[in-house]
Each structure stands twice: as C-alpha cells, then as structure tokens.
C-alpha cells in the first residue's frame, strides 16, 4: 500500500531542469565557477547557496522576494504533474516534495495542486521581503536520502510505503528510502522504472 509519495522539483514537477540556473539566466548571471568549487569539494554546498544568491545581489542589492517570484512564475509545470499529485491525494497519498530547487517554486506549485511537504532550500528575507546573502538548508542535493528518511520518521511511514520519481541520475538519492522509484525523461540505471516524458504514466503503473 503506498502512503508517501515523493518528488523531485526541478526537471520533475516542472520542464525547467534548475530553479536556480532559471533564475540567473534572467538575471544575466553566472556561477559555475563555483558550482565547480562544490562539485569538486572544494566548498560546501551551503557556500554554494550563499555564492548563489550573492551572485544576483550583486547585479540587484535591492532585490525582493516578490522580484524571484515573479521570475519563477516563468517556469513551466510539466504537463499532467497536476493531475498526479491531485489524483495521489484523492487515493489518500501523502505528497511531498524534496529538492535541492528553491523553495518559492515549490509555494508556487502548490497553488495548483496538493502538495503535503515542501522540503526544499528557503532563501532569507528580512521583514520588508528584501533578500539575505543565506537561507535555510533543508535539502543537500547529494543527501536527499536523509531528508526523506526523515519525513518517513516523522510521519511513521515505512520504506515499503513509499514511491518516488525523480527525472536524473542526481535524483539517485531520493529513491534510496522508497520501495518502488520512477524516472522522467531518462533510463532507470539503478533500478528505477522509467516513465517517458508522461508523468501520468505513473498513474497506471501503480494502480
């Protein structure tokens, strides 16, 4: 019986592969150099996050929450992501995201469909809604493992109980603590069922 179902954000419930990249391709910004750094092991990855939005801060010291939202309204939902999660809730299903993604998108989904658990990275604000140099760190990309171990805790639900779909070898984390986990848009290479680019397919594929 599956009661936890957990997603991936970006490249899964969204056509947009990074919430973050989006966000620095409107800006006219660039941080690979040290998305490198992390990569490498060189920093950590809250180092990273705070390099992240350094980066825009610089090009917009003045920049608001709402400036970030607006840009992130651009970014397109998958098709049929809705119609998932919502027909997962109407069976009873917990929903959750878990995502290295920020977090503003995922309050973003949920206007449209039923998301439980939005844990993914909050970027601070002070009281006026401007953008800090730091945030919270809820999601470390290569741990996402930890993160749904967890909610499964706190929600005392089982591995055996729990589904995942994620969209890349990246996601290989996610699927650790699940019984059954599902791809978009790639080949399951550890195990995960592939799922084609129709989100929906999973719909029959666990019912």
């Not at 779909?165 to 080949?187: C, F, L, P, Q, T």
């Amino acid at each position: 019986m599956i009661r936890l179902a957990i997603f991936d954000m970006d490249g899964t419930l969204t056509e947009e592969p990074s919430s973050w990249e989006y966000v620095h391709r409107r800006f006219h910004t660039d941080n690979h150099r040290n998305f490198r750094l992390y990569r490498n092991g060189f920093i950590s990855y809250e180092e990273f996050f705070q390099s992240d939005v350094t980066a825009w801060l610089k090009m917009h010291p003045r920049l608001r929450k709402d400036d970030v939202m607006s840009i992130l309204r651009g970014i397109r939902i998958r098709d049929g992501a809705s119609t998932v999660i919502n027909r997962l809730k109407d069976a009873g299903v917990i929903t959750a995201v878990v995502s290295g993604g920020i977090s503003w998108l995922c309050d973003i989904l949920t206007e449209k469909m039923r998301i439980d658990y939005n844990i993914s990275n909050v970027i601070a604000t002070d009281e006026d809604g401007f953008i800090q140099p730091w945030g919270k760190i809820q999601v470390i990309p290569e741990r996402k493992n930890l993160a749904v171990k967890s909610l499964q805790s706190a929600l005392h639900i089982s591995m055996d109980e729990t589904i995942s779909v994620g969209d890349s070898m990246e996601n290989g984390m996610i699927h650790i603590n699940s019984a059954r986990s599902y791809i978009i848009g790639g080949k399951g290479r550890q195990g995960e069922i592939p799922l084609g680019n129709d989100i929906r397919r999973l719909l029959s594929l666990i019912w």
